[in-house]
């Protein structure tokens, strides 16, 4: 269960509050008296509906620019650690290839969010590009570094957010997912991430 999303402000690093968020309305705001209290009591309700009635799930704290933002990332890591009902921890991963070090930041994040203890999940990952090829290149560098220092007990898994270029919340001119244009066809990510997987699991890439 995703039980809270986007709870962290960008800069100055805080807690989201009607004050230093546009375009949000903080309803809950008007019931707790901060927003760590409600993101508190979110998890606190998850936790009790599971005992309640006999379930089991992680309870992910989801959020975007853990990897560029690492301000952002210490403060969210910090609350994680603090609050035990936090299971699982969901880093959305929206990248953009201008970004400057990027695969040092990638794999930075990833040892802060393994060391919480949680799952560990990549939610929405995407990657606006230039280059089609560079762009394959990172994807296959991901899966490489998620697999390398996340320990199989803590793999929450990863989600590429879309399927087609045309489709995606970032705009087609981006190009951030595997696959493009009315098609659908397969984008040198596509492949590049197909080999390496059946690589990985022993698998014939070119059996039918």
């Keep these: 269960w995703d039980v809270v999303n986007e709870t962290f402000h960008d800069w100055p690093v805080d807690f989201r509050n009607?004050?230093?968020?546009?375009?949000?309305?903080?309803?809950?705001?008007?019931?707790?008296?901060?927003?760590?209290?409600?993101?508190?009591?979110?998890?606190?309700?998850?936790?009790?509906?599971?005992?309640?009635?006999?379930?089991t799930a992680v309870l992910y704290l989801n959020d975007y620019n853990l990897e560029t933002i690492e301000a952002k990332r210490t403060a969210y890591c910090n609350y994680v650690k603090g609050n035990p009902q936090v299971t699982g921890v969901g880093t959305q991963m929206h990248l953009d290839m201008g970004d400057q070090n990027l695969r040092e930041k990638i794999e930075a994040s990833l040892r802060d969010l393994t060391a919480t203890g949680r799952m560990v999940r990549i939610s929405e990952l995407d990657i606006k590009c230039k280059d089609e090829q560079a762009q394959a290149d990172l994807y296959k560098f991901i899966f490489e570094k998620y697999l390398e220092i996340v320990p199989e007990a803590q793999r929450g898994g990863i989600t590429i957010w879309g399927i087609n270029d045309k489709d995606s919340w970032v705009g087609e001119n981006n190009m951030p997912l595997l696959y493009k244009g009315s098609g659908y066809a397969r984008k040198p990510a596509y492949e590049t991430l197909y080999l390496y997987l059946c690589e990985r699991a022993g698998l014939n890439p070119y059996k039918e």
């Design 18 to 55: 009607a004050s230093n968020t546009t375009g949000n309305v903080f309803v809950w705001g008007k019931y707790f008296p901060s927003t760590k209290v409600w993101v508190d009591k979110a998890f606190a309700y998850a936790t009790d509906a599971l005992k309640r009635y006999g379930k």
